[in-house]
């Protein structure tokens, strides 16, 4: 079975400060990694994706990658309320279309 | 706009009544899959589809059905809907698994 692991939180974070949400998967031949944000009440929004080792920056937003250790994490940077979500980690395993989901860590950021 | 419509967003309905909910793309999509959302247990998926008449089975497929006739269309069918089924429901599409999935706006569907 393969799988995908996320602290559930919640995660409090202040406002201005940097939010860290961290990641584990069990099978090494993944492939692609991809972050989703969401909202309560609404759908998976896919914020960031990355494939390979090392760091990924896009706006206030970081995706980190290990392949050896098979974590990957995002990085908010100046956190604002509207960050206030939960962060779904989701993996796509080589040669299978198939993409699995962890159960999500709920970040709230503190005015 | 580019956009992935499901229909109904809310369904009530009885134990044993076979029901449809349909799902439909506009971005020219080769994938498609379906997931569900239980508290505690994240997003399952429950079919996918890499093509016209090419599905295969998600983590938790028991209870359904789907099929994709057109390429815009793959709709999830519950030919005898169970209490364990209620759940919120969310079809998603990809023009490949490494660009990650659009979802729907979800159904969320109870069975009494």
């Known amino acids: 079975q393969k799988e995908v692991e996320q602290n559930s939180g919640p995660l409090s974070v202040p406002e201005g400060a940097i939010a860290s949400l961290n990641c584990t998967y069990s099978?090494?031949?993944?492939?692609?990694f991809f972050w989703y944000r969401q909202y309560s009440g609404k759908s998976p929004e896919l914020i960031m994706s990355?494939?390979?080792?090392g760091d990924k920056e896009d706006g206030r937003f970081t995706a980190q990658l290990n392949k050896a250790s098979q974590y990957v994490s995002l990085l908010i940077r100046d956190s604002q309320p509207s960050d206030s979500a939960t962060y779904l980690c989701?993996?796509?395993?080589?040669?299978?279309?198939?993409?699995?989901f962890g159960t999500g860590t709920r970040l709230t950021i503190i005015p | 706009e580019a956009q992935v419509t499901q229909n109904p967003r809310y369904l009530i309905t009885v134990t044993g009544k076979k029901l449809t909910v349909t799902c439909s793309q506009n971005?020219?999509?080769?994938?498609m899959s379906w997931y569900r959302q239980d508290p505690g247990l994240g997003l399952r998926q429950i079919y996918y589809?890499?093509?016209?008449?090419?599905?295969d089975k998600g983590d938790v497929p028991e209870g359904y059905k789907v099929s994709r006739k057109e390429k815009r269309n793959f709709p999830l069918i519950l030919e005898s809907p169970s209490p364990n089924q209620t759940s919120l429901y969310f079809c998603?599409?990809?023009?490949?698994?490494?660009?990650?999935?659009?979802f729907g706006s979800g159904t969320r569907l109870t069975v009494v």
């Open positions: 990355i494939y390979s080792n």
């Open positions: 589809s890499m093509n016209v008449e090419v599905t």
């Open positions: 989701a993996v796509s395993y080589f040669g299978n279309e198939k993409l699995t």
């Open positions: 971005m020219n999509h080769e994938y």
């Open positions: 099978d090494r031949v993944s492939q692609s």
């Open positions: 998603a599409s990809s023009p490949s698994p490494d660009y990650g999935y659009t």
